[in-house]
């Protein structure tokens, strides 16, 4: 954890730069210090059949989710929250100018009981950082 889904009307696949989009948003939650990058996944769910408002005009949306575990304070996932929809906004607002486009963002903290996963990533992340740290005091 954490996830971050956006759903995206595939009329805008091109335009809507998911893989920068992802970069940041990983870049993002990675500085926030309280989430382990090795547990940072994102990903695409392009829709090909969607109908928004009256269907009269080549409307798109993209809606995001970050789904995160439990047990961070209220006053860190407001930052969060806020910091991913700023950077999302700005990520998105050269192709709002160019069409109709809604964008939003939700933060969803899943239930400590039933969350369950199992991940040998994390271990990467931790040598790599017991490595790094010993590789500095020169190998000690």
């Not at 547990?39 to 269907?55: H, P």
């Not at 990520?91 to 009981?113: G, K, N």
């Not at 969350?115 to 271990?123: G, L």
Request: contains cysteine; charged residues 20%; negative net charge.
């Amino acid at each position: 954890m954490p996830h971050f889904y956006a759903e995206c009307t595939d009329n805008i696949r091109e335009q809507a730069q998911l893989p920068e989009l992802f970069a940041k948003v990983s870049q993002n939650l990675a500085a926030s210090g309280i989430f382990p990058l090795a547990g940072v996944r994102c990903r695409a769910i392009w829709l090909d059949t969607w109908q928004m408002a009256d269907g009269a005009h080549d409307y798109a949306f993209v809606h995001m989710t970050l789904k995160i575990g439990h047990g961070r304070s209220q006053e860190s996932k407001k930052r969060v929250a806020e910091s991913l929809f700023t950077l999302i906004q700005q990520h998105f607002a050269p192709l709002m100018a160019e069409r109709y486009l809604a964008i939003s963002f939700e933060m969803v903290e899943l239930d400590a009981e039933f969350n369950f996963k199992q991940n040998n990533v994390h271990a990467l992340f931790d040598t790599a950082s017991v490595n790094s740290v010993s590789s500095d005091k020169g190998g000690q």
